[in-house]
């Protein structure tokens, strides 16, 4: 039941698996590879908390089981 | 057995009030549960039936009518110790400085995925109703399991398991299992070292805070199998394996496997299918340099001087899984099973040739992922507080603000469930189980039940002068097939009571 992997790979392995692919194609994938990872960032930008060195020096918990 | 068997989690999440750093936690917990339960549980709140701690099933040492003499007590429970019991059979309750979600009673891993998943979402609709409460506060929660200073807070899973079986073949044959699972099952941690001293990713959240290899504890020197016995069932025949060591998933198919290749492998240990021994030298600190090796490639040494890496010994307990179910089962093997298998397989292999590859599926790669390409990026080193926070708010069961649920909402995560049954499992139980009768019996007299556990229902009866209790310890008793058209027929609790009881 493997699924299909829909994210992009990291560069390092973009090029290894692209390799063989006409030299046009490769620039055209690595761009909608790179854009596809924009999105995702970009998105993410978008709702994180605002200080981040704040928040994460404020989240204290009690310790639990 | 198979993959099947009776099972459950039990997940503390973590609580902060927003702006308010210093906040009591356990006043925020008990916020959180009891404006989930006075908004969504009707009439009166039955009460947690303490049967281990009180002799409840001596009747003569118990004294209920108290309890029921004051009905407001119930409601207006004290802080620190809310607690409701939900028609879908779980519980929710403050434990320790946490709210925390025990999902029912279920038989299978993907049953126990879908109510581990519906706890989150009882969690969110608490925490959104909290935040209406006259003076209320945003209260956040998160499903992970450490503030990366030094505290951590359980996620555990349950294994009802035969009691003929030696409690050392458990420890010897699970031990080398949990120091390996982590590959699979890990949600990913920025920080190396319990207070996080040391930057760095690592793959599990929990791993740095187990310090023994076998004990009671659970709050302290933490081990890796933990002894509690409290089987919740009879204990001539069963014992409840208590698993403290896992990780908060929030990954389906993370938790799917956490608990499917779990509950395959007792079940070898179970039938002494298991003659290999796979016993690693130091388990605790294997434990903790696999955590600390995100490229997988740090070996363990066994005790028959083999050095494996973690996914290599993963795959020898896959192998032998696979012999084991085909011996006993061969063709047979139920669906569940065979799908277990077939993925632990796929992901076993794919960590092996391309760790990366799998962060549609395991929550360590898909946080790791995210925070490579901010690393990227943004030139970030690993002690940027900005990675602290991706990781700190992957967590985050808001589905607006968690990173987690942003990913799923990209499509760049895996489902095993949709949302339909995701919420149906909210308010519905397991059929299968004795969580059925729990819940149908909240859900249709929530005036007659005084109180309930994992083992009883107790009904307080009309012109009845002392409480009924209905034992509930056989776990797959008191099932649809069992009572469903009973609970259908009765209109109220006394007919039902009546029946049970001719």
Known sequence: ?65 | MSVRRVMGSEVEYGISVQGQPQANPMVASSLVVNAYASATVRARRARWDFEEEFPLRDARGFDMSRQVADPTQLTDEDLGLANAILTNGARLYVDHAHPEFSTPEVTTPLDAVRWDKAGEQVMLDAQRRAATLPNGQPILLYKNNTDGKGASYGAHENYLMRRSTPFADIVKHLTPFFVSRQVVCGAGRVGIGQDGRDSGFQLSQRADFFEVEVGLETTLKRPIINTRDEPHADPEKYRRLHVIIGDANLAEVSSYLKLGTTSLVLAMIEDRFLTRDLSVEGPVSALRAVSHDPSLQHTVTLRDGRTLTAVQLQMEYLDLARKYVEDRYGADADDQTRDVLARWESVLDRLERDPMSLSAELDWVAKLKLLEQYRDRDGLEWDDAKLALIDLQYSDIRPEKGLYHRLVRAGRIERLLDDALVESAMHDPPTDTRAYFRGRCLEKYPDAVAAASWDSVILDLPGRESLQRIPTLDPLRGSQAHVGALLDRCENAEQMFTALTR
């Open chain 1, 1 to 65: 039941m493997a699924q299909e992997q829909k994210q992009p790979k990291r560069s390092s392995e973009t090029e290894e698996t692209v390799e063989a692919a006409p030299e046009t194609d490769v620039a055209e994938r690595k761009e909608a590879l790179d854009s596809d990872v924009d999105d995702i960032l970009d998105e993410i930008d978008d709702v994180l908390e605002a200080n981040a060195e704040d928040f994460v020096k404020s989240f204290i918990q009690k310790g639990g089981q």
